[in-house]
């Protein structure tokens, strides 16, 4: 099974606790700026490594929860967008366990975050803190030993969801079966190579032992005349000439609701997307681009294809606001009549959710971008039947 998640550790804890010197200790590398001046990390810093018994991780050095500069106020507020980002946290301390320590705590308790604390330069402080309820605090000297059991404490409390090998698929493909993969390559396809997802549902079908057709639109027809594969999965943007082509015996779904379900909440855009028929004159709606690309293309899905597709699905002038990668949502989300989440491929699934749960306390229905389309294009039931059963 093809792995989808990169699971987030973010190291917190005050300005010049060592957070940086645990990052370069978890790393094994001097990837992290090291010194003595408080202060050192700005902004959150991400280093990618591979953590036996987990997989890929991705680890976030963060600034100082108490850093009182000028620029302090900004800096702890980046801090806290990586707590809506993570998988589990480290708490360092060095010297007093105090109410900085403990309003961490409770942040991390609030996301329900699981998180334990290292006890830093021991040597310099050997007072240990009381105790909170039902957390682990690792004493620690950045000795070799301590590393290692640095490491078993991060792959111990690292929840196995975060990186659970998952069927892209839902057990609806096994093996033998034949997939059909329509991928354009038009002028929104990057060169020479294919996109995330795609290759991520190409790798899913080859752990299933199954066969992979990868075909352009104006293959198929052919190919479908003297074959009847298992599933046809397409490009959500050719959701319209696909399904007048694939035959309706023949199940239809795309690379973006496959993704649904693994990073987002399925159940929670199935129900939300039909909202789109409430849309009226003026709504505001959010889009949710969880990825950073260059947008000077004119054809941009997220800016241009779908909210063309809405305005002319409901015949309303409608606002919309796009959002990039995992840039902060807007202050005022219940503004916003409906959202609509792209597949994620770029970001977890505790990214994805995180925000979803903002979304539905603010009370904004969240479709998906393939959901959305297929709306749009009267074909939303065919397209999302096969993991409605």
């Known amino acids: ?29 001097e990837s992290a700026l090291v010194s003595h001046v408080a202060g050192t990390t700005t902004d959150p810093v991400k280093k990618n490594i591979e953590i036996l018994g987990i997989g890929p991780v991705t680890l976030v050095d963060t600034a100082g929860w108490n850093d009182t500069s000028a620029l302090g106020a900004q800096r702890v507020a980046k801090t806290r967008e990586v ?46 803190p009381a105790e909170l309820e039902g957390v682990e605090v690792l004493p620690y000297s950045n000795t070799s030993q301590d590393n290692a059991i640095l490491i078993e404490a991060i792959i111990r409390h690292m929840p196995a969801s975060a990186y659970a090998q998952e069927d892209i698929f839902g057990g609806f493909v096994t093996a033998g079966d034949e997939v059909v993969l329509v991928m354009p390559i038009d002028g929104s396809a990057p060169q020479g190579r294919l996109i995330l997802p795609q290759v991520q549902t190409l790798r899913g079908l080859l752990d299933l032992h199954a066969k992979a057709i990868c ?60 909202c789109i028929e409430k849309l009226q004159e003026g709504d505001r709606v959010l889009i949710l681009e969880s990825c950073s690309h260059s947008v000077n293309k004119c054809d941009d899905i997220g800016r241009v294809k779908i909210p063309a597709w809405l305005q002319q699905k409901t015949g309303k002038k409608l606002q919309f606001t796009v959002l990039s990668n995992l840039d902060p949502l807007p202050q005022n989300l219940a503004a916003y009549k409906l959202a609509v989440q792209c597949g994620g491929c770029m970001v977890t699934r505790a990214q994805i959710l995180s925000r979803l749960a903002r979304l539905q306390q603010a009370g904004v229905p969240v479709s998906n971008y393939g959901m959305t389309i297929a709306w749009c294009n009267g074909i939303f039931k065919r397209v999302t039947e096969i993991f409605n059963k």
Request: proline share 5%.
């Open 215 to 274: 075909l352009q639109l104006a293959e198929l027809a052919g190919w479908l005349r003297v074959h009847t594969p298992k599933l046809v999965v397409t490009d959500s943007q050719a959701f319209k000439e696909v399904s007048s082509v694939v035959p309706a015996s023949v199940p239809l779904t795309s690379f973006s609701i496959l993704f649904s379900r693994l990073k987002g909440d399925f159940d929670l855009f199935l129900q939300s997307t039909p």
């Open 83 to 128: 707590l809506e980002q993570i998988n589990l946290a480290v708490l360092v301390y060095a010297g007093e366990f105090g109410k900085t320590e403990k309003e961490l705590a409770a942040l991390l308790r609030a996301h329900k975050t699981p998180f334990f604390i290292v006890h830093n330069k021991l040597d310099l402080f050997p007072q240990a």
């Open 1 to 29: 099974m093809v792995i989808l998640n990169r699971p987030h550790i973010g190291i917190f804890g005050r300005m010049n606790v060592g957070k940086s010197s645990l990052i370069n200790a978890i790393s094994g590398q």
